[in-house]
C-alpha cells in the first residue's frame, strides 16, 4: 500500500485510538476495521462492523477463484473494479442497473438483486446502500435461492435494525454494520481492503 506522510499519520493516530480492540480480533479483520474508520474518519467503526468466522477467509478464495461480485448501486461498483481489474479480476455486476422495469413495490436495485442472484446464486453479495435490496437478500437466503461466498451489508437502517441481524441465522460467511449507520463507501471500503490483504497473501505464497 503507498502512502504519503498524511495518509501514514491517519493511520498511525487510528493504531492509537482503537489499539485496544486488536486482542479481540485477527490481523485482518483489524486491518478491514482500520481502512473503514480511515475512510469514515468515525471510530465508532471499531465496535460496530461484525464479522462471522472464517468470513475474510472464504471471501479471499472467492476472490481468488474469480467469484462474481453482486453489488446493489453503482458506487461500489466503480469504486471496487479498478482494484479488481489490477488484481482478481472479478466479474462485478450492479443490481440497480440490471432490471428494465421494476414493479410498484420494488425498488431498481433490489429488482436487479433477484435476477442477479438466480443467475449467479453463489457470487459474493454487496449491499451497501438499498435498504430495500437487503430484505430481498433475506428473502433469497430464506427460500435458499441464493448460497454467497461472502455477504457484506452495510446500508444506513434508521427503521428495522434488526434485519441486518438477520444475517445470523443462515450458514454463510458475512459482514455487516451493526446498527443504524452505513453507506456504500463503508462497503467499497470492505471490499477493496480484502482484495488488498487476499491479493497480497497470494503473492507471498508464490
Given at each position: ?6 495518509d ?9 485510538q482503537?489499539g485496544?480492540?486488536s486482542?479481540?480480533i ?5 486491518e478491514i476495521?482500520?481502512?473503514?474508520v480511515?475512510c469514515t474518519?468515525?471510530?465508532?467503526y471499531?465496535?460496530?462492523l461484525?464479522f462471522?468466522?472464517g468470513?475474510?477467509a472464504?471471501?479471499a478464495?472467492?476472490?481468488t477463484a ?11 461498483q ?6 479488481l481489474?489490477?488484481?482478481f ?9 440490471t432490471?428494465?422495469n421494476v414493479?410498484?413495490?420494488?425498488s431498481r436495485?433490489?429488482q436487479?438483486?433477484e ?13 451497501g ?7 430481498t437478500?433475506?428473502d433469497l437466503l ?6 454467497p ?8 437502517m ?7 441481524q ?28 480484502l482484495?488488498s490483504?487476499a491479493w ?7
Amino acid at each position: 500500500m503507498n502512502l504519503d506522510f498524511t495518509d501514514a499519520s491517519s493511520l498511525a493516530t487510528i493504531d492509537r485510538q482503537i489499539g485496544e480492540i486488536s486482542r479481540n480480533i485477527t490481523p485482518a479483520q483489524y486491518e478491514i476495521i482500520r481502512q473503514v474508520v480511515y475512510c469514515t474518519a468515525d471510530l465508532e467503526y471499531q465496535s460496530l462492523l461484525k464479522f462471522s468466522p472464517g468470513a475474510l477467509a472464504k471471501g479471499a478464495a472467492a476472490l481468488t477463484a474469480v467469484t462474481p461480485i453482486i453489488v446493489d448501486v453503482p458506487e461500489i461498483q466503480v469504486s471496487i473494479v479498478p482494484k479488481l481489474q489490477k488484481t482478481f479480476t472479478n466479474p462485478v455486476y450492479c443490481c440497480a442497473t440490471t432490471s428494465g422495469n421494476v414493479a410498484k413495490d420494488r425498488s431498481r436495485a433490489s429488482q436487479g438483486l433477484e435476477i442477479l442472484g438466480r443467475k449467479y446464486p453463489q457470487s459474493m453479495f454487496v449491499i451497501g446502500q438499498d435498504q430495500t435490496s437487503l430484505l430481498t437478500l433475506i428473502d433469497l437466503l430464506k427460500n435458499k435461492i441464493i448460497d454467497p461466498s461472502l455477504t457484506v451489508v452495510t446500508p444506513p437502517m434508521f427503521i428495522d435494525l434488526e434485519t441486518k441481524q438477520k444475517l445470523k441465522n443462515f450458514d454463510i460467511p458475512f459482514i455487516f454494520i451493526d446498527g443504524q449507520k452505513g453507506g456504500a463507501n463503508i462497503a467499497a471500503t470492505v471490499i477493496n481492503s480484502l482484495i488488498s490483504l487476499a491479493w497480497r497473501a497470494k503473492q507471498r505464497s508464490y
